[in-house]
Nanobody, 120 residues
Framework: QVELVESGGGLVQAGGSLRLACAAS????????IGWYRQTPGQQRELVAT???????AYADSVKGRFTISSDNAKNTVQLQMGSLKPEDTAVYFC??????????????WGQGTQVTVSS
């Protein structure tokens, strides 16, 4: 079992910044990829940014140049620095990870989500 715990959401004005963090905990696991998705009511969950265990990043086009993802493999944490926030960034942000235990099989895990609200 793995637990992903997010922190750092909140309310910010348009143009402002927020930093999200996610910590993964559990026993005998390794992370292949970790990152963030977001979801608004009535919409599908969408990718925001991910980072692999060897540092490769991927971003949604809508956040490129404004958001930066980083991770600490030793601590099993990931951060999302969000800048130049827009009202359309308002969503519940979910931490997401692809993990392995003691076999090659991989599993997907999700955090509980943290609300980010950007006011205009």
């Amino acid at each position: 079992q793995v637990e992903l715990v997010e922190s750092g959401g909140g309310l910010v004005q348009a143009g402002g910044s927020l930093r999200l963090a996610c910590a993964a905990s559990g026993t005998t696991f390794s992370i292949n990829l970790i990152g963030w998705y977001r979801q608004t009511p009535g919409q599908q969950r969408e990718l925001v940014a991910t980072i692999t265990n060897d540092g490769k990043t991927a971003y949604a086009d809508s956040v490129k140049g404004r958001f930066t993802i980083s991770s600490d493999n030793a601590k099993n944490t990931v951060q999302l620095q969000m800048g130049s926030l827009k009202p359309e960034d308002t969503a519940v942000y979910f931490c997401y990870a692809i993990v392995k235990f003691q076999t090659p099989q991989t599993f997907q895990w999700w955090g509980q989500g943290t609300q980010v609200t950007v006011s205009s």
